[in-house]
């Protein structure tokens, strides 16, 4: 059942416009962050590393959030469009199998955005100039960057699912990306959902150490709650209120 579901999201997505912002947006941050180091290359003389640091101060607080959010939010706006609501609700699959087809969607998005990410990032540093080994540390940075979003997309799946405008949600989603970066300047990064794409990705600090217990219980205490906040919802919604 779950397979049926996700093969129909991954139908809907096909031929999406939602794809040109996958591919567009990343860019941004890494033409920022580029600029920003052959800028103050002086200053930022730590080769691999201190590029790594410009690159995802843009993409994990400005970028990457609002990605997710715009992702999340077209995943639902296909739902409250015309009477799509009522056929979700009513259709004879439950809404578990349904709303974790989405998630799990968004979190392969969330993965693929970090592989996207890394590429650009590689092809920066050969641009700049960059020469020796790069930072045993990327895969990492990857891949906890990409586990800290899927927490964000479990926030931004729930806001997308109950707030039927398309707009908000995706502001939501920038907001949190930079009340994110204020929440980890303060020392309180594992107590909030966006911080965890932050710390994840070392972002501008690339040899931080991670504390792993923390960071693992935030980003499944927060996705896990998300998801019952959810769950519940649906099972509570009447689709005659549609």
């Known amino acids: 059942m779950l397979l049926r579901c996700l093969k129909a999201e991954l139908y809907k997505c096909?031929?999406?416009?939602?794809?040109?912002a996958f591919l567009v947006l990343p860019v941004f941050p890494a033409l920022l962050g580029t600029g920003n180091y052959l800028a103050n290359i002086e200053v930022l003389d730590n080769g691999w590393y201190s590029l790594w640091g410009q690159h995802t101060l843009f993409s994990s607080v400005f970028f990457l959030p609002a990605l997710l959010g715009v992702?999340?939010?077209?995943?639902?706006?296909?739902?409250?469009a015309d009477h799509n609501w009522n056929s979700f609700l009513t259709a004879p699959v439950p809404v578990?199998?349904?709303?974790?087809?989405?998630?799990i969607l968004a979190a392969g998005v969330s993965l693929l955005a970090q592989g996207w990410i890394g590429g650009l990032y590689l092809l920066s540093g050969k641009l700049a100039g960059l020469s020796g080994s790069l930072p045993p540390e990327l895969p990492g940075w990857l891949l906890f960057g990409a586990l800290g979003g899927i927490?964000?997309?479990?926030?931004?799946?729930?806001?997308?699912?109950?707030?039927?405008?398309?707009?908000?949600?995706?502001?939501?989603?920038?907001?949190?990306?930079i009340l994110g970066l204020m929440?980890?300047?303060?020392?309180?990064?594992?107590?909030?959902?966006?911080?965890?794409?932050?710390?994840?990705?070392?972002?501008?600090?690339?040899?931080?150490?991670?504390?792993?217990?923390?960071?693992?219980?935030?980003?499944?205490?927060?996705?896990?709650?998300f998801?019952?906040?959810?769950?519940?919802?649906?099972?509570?919604?009447?689709?005659a209120a549609e």
């Not at 959902?193 to 499944?220: K, T």
């Open 14 to 20: 096909r031929r999406s416009p939602v794809w040109l």
């Open 96 to 103: 578990g199998a349904l709303y974790a087809a989405k998630l």
């Open 151 to 177: 927490s964000v997309c479990a926030v931004q799946l729930f806001f997308s699912m109950v707030i039927r405008a398309f707009a908000p949600p995706v502001a939501f989603g920038l907001a949190g990306g």
């Open 227 to 239: 998801v019952l906040l959810a769950l519940g919802y649906l099972r509570r919604r009447d689709a």
């Open 71 to 80: 992702f999340c939010g077209w995943q639902w706006r296909l739902e409250h």
């Open 183 to 225: 929440v980890t300047a303060q020392g309180w990064g594992y107590a909030f959902p966006y911080s965890l794409l932050c710390l994840g990705m070392r972002a501008n600090n690339p040899q931080m150490e991670l504390d792993l217990s923390f960071f693992f219980l935030s980003a499944l205490g927060y996705t896990g709650v």
